[in-house]
């Protein structure tokens, strides 16, 4: 019998037969759960595109890509008081945290002195937590952004090590992996997440699952693929629907019960406000808050009127 503080490690083929639960059996299981670790509070974090575009990986799924046709707006590196800027408006819209994302393999040896400086203005910020997302970084670069002020920082697996190469070639799954153990090690909190419905099967979502488990980040962002228009995948929107989202949510919440669970990209355009409800019901308590990337986000509006509905509230 496992101690009080230890967590149950289920196997694939147990993890297969909680999908096929009755629906609200698994939602009550899921949510459940979720009260035994945390509050109504959800967590909210902002993001900005701080350099856009021009990537060199193949990710099938990225507007950015330079192997990809989309058509967004590609910017270089922005201002430091750009970056601020955006930061406290965010806080005026609620969130906690705000990351630094820009395109690319890793972060251009020029660019990074002016990263370091965005960081820095952003910790600077009262009550607002510093995230980046900045690719492949070297060991000393990570002590630099933890020295400037990054508490967490995000790098996702998107998908799990079997259907890897399906989505990326330029590099691997483990090149993912061995990151996110550096930033662990290093004292950063890992944020790493997943894009669901890139034609992956209900095994590979497991798989996801189980892996990030082991890999135990502080947060896990559950994406929903929107299809972009000159993407390998703009005809991928029928590859899952909202139930099975609901579905993986459950799972993902089962297998880690003490990670914070985050809706993140998609959401408004692949799931409906019901099922939105539901995924904050068996798990969900994290958001990512106004604009993606390179798409639009929900009206912060209307996500507080949907968290005061479900009686929960924006992390202070």
Request: overall charge neutral.
């Amino acid at each position: 019998m496992k101690g009080k503080n230890q967590m149950k490690e289920y196997t694939k083929e147990e993890l297969l037969k909680l999908y096929d639960m009755n629906l609200d059996e698994l939602i009550n299981m899921s949510e459940k759960i979720t009260s035994e670790n945390f509050s109504n509070e959800v967590e909210a974090c902002s993001i900005i595109s701080a350099k856009t575009g021009s990537c060199p990986e193949n990710c099938k799924y990225c507007s950015q890509s330079k192997h990809n046709e989309a058509q967004i707006e590609c910017h270089p590196l922005m201002e430091v008081e750009e970056v601020k800027k955006a930061a406290l408006i965010a806080k005026e819209n609620g969130a906690n945290r705000f990351c630094i994302v820009t395109s690319g393999r890793k972060t251009e040896e020029k660019d990074f002195p002016k990263i370091l400086e965005m960081i820095k203005e952003v910790a600077s910020i009262d009550g607002m937590h510093c995230c980046a997302s900045l690719g492949l970084l070297t060991r000393e670069q990570m002590k630099e952004i933890k020295k400037a002020g990054v508490e967490r920082f995000n790098h996702n697996i998107n998908t799990c090590e079997s259907y890897y190469s399906e989505i990326c070639t330029t590099h691997n799954y483990q090149d993912r992996v061995n990151t996110v153990k550096m930033l662990q090690e290093e004292g950063i909190e890992a944020c790493c997440g997943v894009i669901l419905g890139m034609g992956e099967t209900r095994e590979n979502r497991v798989e996801m699952a189980l892996s990030l488990a082991k890999l135990n980040p502080k947060t896990v962002p559950i994406n929903i693929l929107n299809p972009i228009k000159g993407t390998k995948l703009e005809n991928y929107g029928d590859k899952i629907d909202e139930e099975e989202v609901l579905r993986t949510i459950c799972i993902f919440r089962i297998t880690m019960p003490k990670t914070i669970l985050r809706y993140a990209g998609g959401r408004n355009t692949r799931f409906s406000k019901e099922y939105q409800k539901l995924g904050l019901k068996a798990g969900i308590n994290g958001m990512l808050i106004g604009n993606y990337l390179t798409t639009n986000g929900e009206v912060i509006n209307e996500d507080k009127k949907m968290l005061e509905e479900m009686n929960m509230c924006l992390q202070k």
